[in-house]
């Protein structure tokens, strides 16, 4: 008898041995979360984000080890219509001195500066204390300015500046994903009592996706000694681990909840799910890490360690999946249909195929080569618009603008220009050459004054930083545009390619960069371009290697390449069709910033490559099985997909529900994620796998499973499974007639 796989092996130890493997994932769950919080977070420095010319003003400006600037929040007072009186503005800004002057954390209040213009006047308020922490010290400020806001009500007076617009932000952006993340567990636990009909094999996904996750945010706080972390990463390991966990857990569980009903006892039900769906598990997380993997190829702080983060959760699920739960089901056995929900329980538990995804089906069995070229016509279509995607950062005026702070924000931006969009052009020369780069930097500011693309020159001259060791100097030039409309872009270029050259290039062994703003979203936008194709190949290649080896065939391992490159693209056309365009700013709640997010196209592809994966390795392995049976092809796509029909529906439905929670969040960053993955993820699921999949296979026929023979392997492979023991022996029924 041949050695059964590890899986196999692993599962069957489990399902022998539950309460040992309980424990087990148990204590590893404990030392992998404890371990990470006593070890804390190494969060990526300025020089690990640090990315083109953008990124070397960063370093330079690092390296001049400035001293920390105190945090500056500003009084804002306007007219609420007409013109400013002069005399109601000074006696507002006096009173709102003399009020905040007596307020704990300030520091210092400044003289009132008028806008050239006269239609502001503005208070600067120095704040004391950590620069870091003045977010979250802002609140009595504001308080202050409400109370001078009464006292001269025919004023619009508003407080506005840094500290205060964060905190605006974090408490807008924290209700966001506090709802987001409110919502999408009871909605994720009522799809999954819909799909199962039972209270207890609903709540085993989710347990173990929680397990998974808890697990995987210890291990990476670990990792971030190695790769340092970002912000972003806990949250991707939810997003990951609870798509990646449930999925798994559903192939799984009903996999062993079908081999029951035929008669198999629980141990032997979970050795056969093992085989099977524990199989494509592996596959699929093994598909889904390679993808991720790619990420390090870009050479970039953000995407090292979102890969961590998305490897470490898809590994610890995988695991998960092949010790604890085979554990859980054996342990529970007929309990994990309890309590049964009634309608749902029968609607669930139905034996028969349904007309449903026989009826989706037809098309492609009976005219497969006309199905095949309609449903890939139309997906290269709505492809076709990822030809003209445009990438930029979101800037300021892409922030909600629900809030006051961002409101006061835009006035501020009009009155005063200086302070909106600005490049920092960074200087570093020997101290005895200071004089020198002062002198160019004054000449450089004169002539962008006269410059159209750039606000006009202030009357007291430029404002310098300079080091304390007198060797990096800092010029903030302004331009009155916003930061990702073309004449900002063009007056970056004109600082790079001739202003500063001109400037700065006669003066020997200097070194300049020009940063902010708007060089970081040109310039990270020219490193996704420049990584992708990278990416992209490295994927491909792996990806190929393993399907190629998993189902002993060079044919399907291309066609799912194909096809996963397919539902990739109708995503990315998609993305642009909703997102560059206007036409759905009032469905979704945004404003349009003719672009994509920077860093989506590279991140988007390989979470979707990895996800659709999981999908694809477990309808292709069910129809595989059916071939090793000796089903014809045509039959065996039709058993194949209809019998997982159940288990992918589900799975996708979860997926899609909670990434369109998250396209209901405030930033749109967060909304073109949000659309992108649950648009992409109902696309694989439905038109991918029910109409392109089948229709392609039917046409290949035994095409499909061609290989060179260093491939084929010793031995025929059989399917999984075993005989149904004899009624007599059978465990009582587990799922009513349908």
Request: net charge neutral.
């Amino acid at each position: 008898m041949a050695r059964r796989p590890v899986t196999v092996r692993v599962a069957r130890w489990s399902a022998e041995h539950p309460w040992r493997a309980i424990a087990l994932w148990v204590v590893f769950v404990a030392v992998c979360f404890v371990g990470g919080n006593a070890a804390g977070l190494k969060e990526a420095s300025a020089e690990d984000m640090a990315v083109g010319e953008s990124g070397r003003a960063t370093v330079l400006v690092e390296e001049g080890k400035f001293a920390d600037e105190p945090e500056v929040d500003n009084v804002l007072i306007t007219a609420r219509s007409g013109a400013l009186d002069p005399k109601a503005a000074a006696a507002a800004a006096t009173d709102a001195a003399t009020t905040l002057r007596g307020v704990p954390g300030v520091a210092e209040v400044g003289k009132p500066i008028p806008a050239t213009d006269g239609s502001a006047l503005l208070v600067p308020i120095t704040m004391s204390g950590d620069p870091d922490t003045a977010s979250e010290r802002v609140e009595p400020l504001r308080a202050a300015t409400a109370q001078v806001q009464t006292a001269h009500p025919g004023l619009r007076v508003e407080q506005v500046g840094g500290p205060s617009i964060n905190k605006a932000l974090e408490d807008t952006l924290g209700a966001d994903f506090k709802r987001a993340e409110v919502l999408s567990l009871p909605v994720t636990l009522a799809i999954l009592i819909i799909a199962f009909g039972a209270l207890i094999a609903a709540g085993i996904p989710v347990l173990l996706a929680l397990s998974s996750v808890a697990a995987a945010i210890g291990l990476s706080t670990l990792a971030s000694h190695l790769v340092p972390a970002n912000d972003s990463t806990s949250s991707l390991i939810l997003l990951i681990g609870m798509a990646v966990g449930i999925d798994y857990s559903l192939f799984y569980v009903r996999r062993e909840r079908e081999e029951r009903a035929k008669g198999h006892g629980h141990v032997d039900a979970v050795e056969i799910a093992a085989e099977s769906s524990g199989h494509a598990v592996v596959v699929s997380g093994a598909a889904v890490i390679i993808a991720m993997s790619g990420l390090f190829l870009a050479n970039d702080a953000l995407f090292s360690s979102l890969a961590v983060g998305s490897i470490l959760v898809v590994a610890v699920a995988v695991i998960g999946s092949l010790t604890v739960l085979p554990a859980m089901l054996a342990k529970l056995g007929r309990w994990v249909d309890r309590p049964r929900v009634p309608l749902l329980w029968r609607l669930s538990a139905r034996n028969g195929k349904g007309r449903f995804w026989p009826a989706m089906l037809r098309p492609a069995l009976r005219h497969p080569l006309v199905t095949l070229v309609v449903s890939v016509g139309l997906l290269l279509a709505l492809a076709a618009p990822a030809l003209g995607m445009q990438l930029k950062f979101p800037g300021t005026e892409d922030l909600p603008r629900t809030t006051p702070a961002m409101q006061a924000y835009d006035r501020l931006a009009v009155a005063y220009p200086s302070n909106g969009t600005t490049h920092d052009v960074v200087v570093r020369a020997s101290a005895e050459q200071a004089g020198a780069v002062k002198a160019a930097l004054t000449a450089l500011a004169g002539t962008a004054g006269k410059d159209r693309l750039f606000s006009p020159a202030e009357s007291a001259g430029p404002e310098f930083e300079v080091s304390p060791d007198g060797r990096v100097t800092v010029l903030s030039v302004a331009t009155p545009f916003t930061s990702r409309s073309d004449e900002a872009v063009q007056s970056l270029h004109r600082l790079r390619d001739d202003l500063v050259p001109a400037a700065l290039g006669s003066i020997p062994g200097v070194e300049y960069a020009v940063g902010g703003g708007v060089a970081e979203s040109e310039d990270y936008a020219a490193h996704v371009w420049d990584k992708l194709p990278i990416v992209v190949l490295f994927v491909l290649v792996l990806t190929f290697l393993v399907m190629a080896w998993t189902f002993r065939s060079v044919v399907v391992a291309l066609t799912s390449i194909l096809l996963n490159l397919l539902s990739a693209g109708a995503a990315y056309g998609l993305l642009v069709l909703v997102f560059q365009s206007t036409w759905a700013e009032g469905l979704l709640g945004f404003t349009s910033m003719g672009a994509i997010v920077t860093w989506l196209p590279l991140f988007l592809f390989v979470v979707l490559f990895g996800l659709s994966m999981d999908y694809h390795v477990f309808v292709v392995s069910r129809i595989r099985e059916a071939v090793l049976r000796g089903v014809p092809t045509r039959q065996a796509v039709a058993e194949g997909i209809t019998g997982s029909a159940g288990v992918v529906s589900s799975a996708a439905i979860v997926m899609v529900a909670v990434f369109s929670i998250f396209a209901t969040l405030s930033t749109i960053d967060m909304k073109q994620l949000g659309v992108g993955l649950a648009a992409a993820i109902l696309l694989d699921a439905t038109i991918i796998r029910a109409v392109v999949l089948p229709s392609l296979m039917t046409l290949l026929g035994p095409a499909n499973w061609w290989a060179p023979r260093f491939l084929r392997g010793r031995g025929r492979h059989a399917a999984p499974g075993r005989p149904v023991p004899p009624a007599e022996d059978r465990e009582p029924e587990l799922v009513p007639a349908g």
